[in-house]
């Protein structure tokens, strides 16, 4: 079966760094396309990182040079490196597997990250 | 970027009803068109894939159509736990994904 846990939200002050996991099981994250999708409180979906399964990334234009995306394989698991944090980055963030770089088939719980002073 | 738009933004039906949202692409994304169902405090849940493709496990009662740049979803009798948000996503250039339709009961 499988499964995504995110894991490492929390609260930060505005220009803080935060590293979010997403530990997957059931396949194999290097094998496959694995996006961050983030959600403002009340708001819609916004996609913010990929990693290919190659390991190319991207990143959205509203987090470039701050976010990071990457993966270590032996423990199957893709992180989002948050840096330079603005009260506008407080969301709730979801990982998810998208299926040769189309749609998203499956998701975790999602983190709460709250950027606030 | 490609602006997905959904219309409307709040849709108030009765069950057994039969449901049709809409969703525009800014410029042609061919049929790389996914629409995803959410519940409050839940994640999203692909319904559709390829703009016509239902995901393993969903019901038959969710359809789409469309390509290019108009698309729609369609539930044919709409049961008590359809009730949430439902999102277009484009994934011909990247990911982008509309506003949300909500929909409430009448």
């Known amino acids: 079966e499988v499964q995504l846990v995110e894991s490492g939200g929390g609260l930060v002050q505005p220009g803080g760094s935060l590293r979010l996991s997403c530990a997957a099981s059931g396949f194999t994250v290097s094998n496959n396309y694995m996006s961050w999708v983030r959600q403002a409180p009340g708001k819609g979906l916004e996609w913010v990182s990929v990693i290919y399964s190659g390991g190319s990334t991207y990143h959205a234009d509203s987090v470039k040079g701050r976010f990071t995306i990457s993966r270590d394989n032996s423990k199957n698991t893709l992180y989002l490196q948050m840096n330079s944090l603005r009260t506008e980055d407080t969301a709730v963030y979801y990982c998810?597997?998208?299926?040769?770089?189309?749609?998203?088939?499956?998701w975790g719980q999602g983190t709460l990250v709250t950027v606030s002073s | 970027e490609i602006v997905m738009t959904q219309s409307p933004a709040t849709l108030s039906v009765s069950p057994g009803e039969r449901v049709t949202l809409s969703c525009r692409a800014s410029?042609?994304?061919?049929?790389?068109l996914a629409w995803y169902q959410q519940k409050p405090g839940q994640a999203p849940r692909l319904l559709i894939s390829?703009?016509?493709t239902r995901a393993t496990g969903i019901p038959a009662r969710f359809s789409g159509s469309g390509s290019e740049t108009e698309f729609t979803l369609t539930i044919s009798s709409l049961q008590s736990e359809d009730f949430a948000v439902y999102y277009c996503?484009?994934?011909?250039?990247?990911?982008?994904f509309g506003q949300g339709t909500k929909v409430e009961l009448k």
């Open positions: 996503q484009q994934y011909n250039n990247w990911w982008t």
């Open positions: 998810a597997r998208s299926e040769g770089g189309g749609s998203m088939g499956y």
């Open positions: 410029q042609s994304v061919l049929t790389n």
């Open positions: 390829r703009a016509s």
